[in-house]
């Protein structure tokens, strides 16, 4: 009987981690203040958010909107993801991809900052919904759509 019980409360708890609620609302990469816990990841490109970065944001030589759309095309076809906000005119997307085994939400936002070559740029943050450490998810996260992205549209070399 006692196993029976123990085998309920697991079951009860995964449909209960299946069923955690996610951020929808995304950040505002100017006023953006990241927690004190491991579980964020930053790209920006200088001088676009207040947070300190992970790291800088690519540059790439096409026009923001362009590079949106690639973006949103790319993005949106991850496994677990879902679109949840996008937002052509602030050319900036909010999505939430939910981890594979008990479907935990972390949320991304991502917007495109147009340059005055006519290039574009992007910031990018990833953040757990939930938990202290992610165990370097967001940071995996972020760099290999990074890395999908740029496999399409190639980033300009530094400058």
């Not at 950040?27 to 200088?46: G, H």
């Not at 958010?49 to 790319?74: F, I, K, N, S």
Request: net charge positive.
């Amino acid at each position: 009987m006692r196993r029976l019980l123990h085998r309920l409360a697991l079951i009860l708890v995964m449909v209960a981690m299946t069923a955690c609620s996610a951020d929808t609302t995304g950040v505002e990469f100017m006023t953006l203040q990241r927690p004190s816990t491991p579980n964020t990841y930053l790209v920006c490109p200088p001088g676009r958010c207040t947070a300190t970065a992970d790291e800088p944001g690519p540059v790439y030589a096409m026009p923001a909107a362009q590079l949106l759309e690639v973006v949103r095309a790319t993005l949106s076809a991850e496994p677990r993801t879902a679109l949840v906000q996008d937002q052509p005119t602030a050319l900036r997307l909010v999505l939430v991809q939910r981890s594979r085994i008990f479907r935990f939400p972390d949320t991304i936002t991502v917007q495109v900052f147009p340059l005055a070559d006519g290039g574009a740029t992007l910031a990018m943050y990833s953040r757990s919904n939930y938990g202290r450490s992610d165990l370097g998810v967001n940071k995996a996260r972020v760099q290999r759509w990074l890395g999908l992205i740029s496999a399409q549209v190639a980033p300009r070399p530094a400058s």
